[in-house]
């Protein structure tokens, strides 16, 4: 019997989705260049999460199944069924690298918030607010009041899943995804970087144009 065809390497596939620790993009989506005791945390978090899916993973093995129960948020899938809300396990699916699933992923550029007309930057408030401060106690009360509020932001990012209940001070949030009130911040919103409701601000920012220089 011949062999079967091989070559569908799933990072090179349309369908692939690398983990990406939310914490990697918050460090490029918070607008305010200060050490965060709350980076840190959800970094602690994301750790204790890959750990926990590693296990998942190996369960779901065990017993045969070839999808995750969840999404996972620190590991690899496949979406080829992900509008059905089914994230298969890329290492079962693909183990020989013979999917039959598998669609090239040509020149396809992750979708970046910020050069989509639905991204917003917030002002960088601790700039703004100390950059005048001549006085070094005010300064440093200022500074402190404002890391506060950046650090609560950015928990409450975490624990509400990129649904902030008000608007974002600190973060960058997309207009598309927000409603009820709820302020939908970009790293996660747009987690993969194939967001469906990118629209580029110019033909120039386009994923698939060839004047695409970013
Ligand atoms: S398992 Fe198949 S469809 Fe899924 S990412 Fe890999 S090659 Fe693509
Ligand atoms: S999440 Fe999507 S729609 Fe929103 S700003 Fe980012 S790319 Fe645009």
């Given at each position: 019997?011949?062999?079967?065809?091989?070559?569908?390497?799933?990072?090179?596939?349309?369908?692939?989705?690398?983990?990406?620790?939310?914490?990697?993009?918050?460090?490029?989506?918070?607008?305010?260049?200060?050490?965060?005791?709350?980076?840190?945390?959800?970094?602690e978090e994301e750790v204790k999460i890959r750990d926990n899916e590693a296990g998942i993973l190996a369960s779901q093995i065990a017993v045969g199944r070839t999808d995750w129960a969840?999404?996972?948020?620190?590991?690899?899938?496949?979406?080829?069924?992900?509008?059905?809300?089914?994230?298969?396990?890329?290492?079962?699916?693909?183990?020989?690298?013979?999917?039959?699933?598998?669609?090239?992923?040509?020149?396809?550029?992750?979708?970046?918030?910020?050069?989509?007309?639905?991204?917003?930057?917030?002002?960088?408030?601790?700039?703004?607010?100390?950059?005048?401060?001549?006085?070094?106690?005010?300064?440093?009360?200022?500074?402190?009041?404002?890391?506060?509020?950046?650090?609560?932001?950015?928990?409450?990012?975490?624990?509400?899943?990129?649904?902030?209940?008000?608007?974002?001070?600190?973060?960058?949030?997309?207009?598309?995804?927000?409603?009820?009130?709820?302020?939908?911040?970009?790293?996660?919103?747009?987690?993969?970087?194939?967001?469906?409701?990118?629209?580029?601000?110019?033909?120039?920012?386009?994923?698939?144009?060839?004047?695409?220089?970013?």
């Amino acid at each position: 019997m011949a062999p079967k065809a091989k070559g569908s390497n799933c990072p090179d596939c349309l369908y692939y989705r690398k983990e990406v620790p939310v914490s990697t993009l918050l460090q490029l989506h918070a607008a305010c260049d200060i050490p965060s005791e709350a980076l840190l945390k959800i970094q602690e978090e994301e750790v204790k999460i890959r750990d926990n899916e590693a296990g998942i993973l190996a369960s779901q093995i065990a017993v045969g199944r070839t999808d995750w129960a969840l999404q996972p948020q620190m590991w690899q899938y496949c979406a080829e069924k992900e509008d059905q809300r089914t994230y298969e396990i890329v290492e079962l699916k693909n183990k020989d690298n013979d999917c039959i699933a598998f669609r090239q992923r040509d020149n396809v550029r992750p979708t970046q918030c910020l050069k989509c007309r639905y991204g917003n930057r917030p002002p960088d408030r601790y700039f703004q607010a100390t950059a005048r401060i001549r006085d070094p106690k005010l300064f440093s009360d200022m500074g402190e009041a404002i890391k506060k509020d950046f650090e609560l932001e950015v928990m409450s990012g975490w624990v509400q899943r990129g649904m902030l209940p008000t608007q974002a001070a600190f973060q960058d949030w997309c207009s598309w995804y927000s409603e009820g009130g709820r302020c939908a911040l970009c790293a996660y919103m747009n987690r993969y970087g194939v967001c469906p409701n990118y629209a580029p601000l110019s033909p120039e920012f386009d994923i698939h144009g060839e004047k695409a220089t970013v």
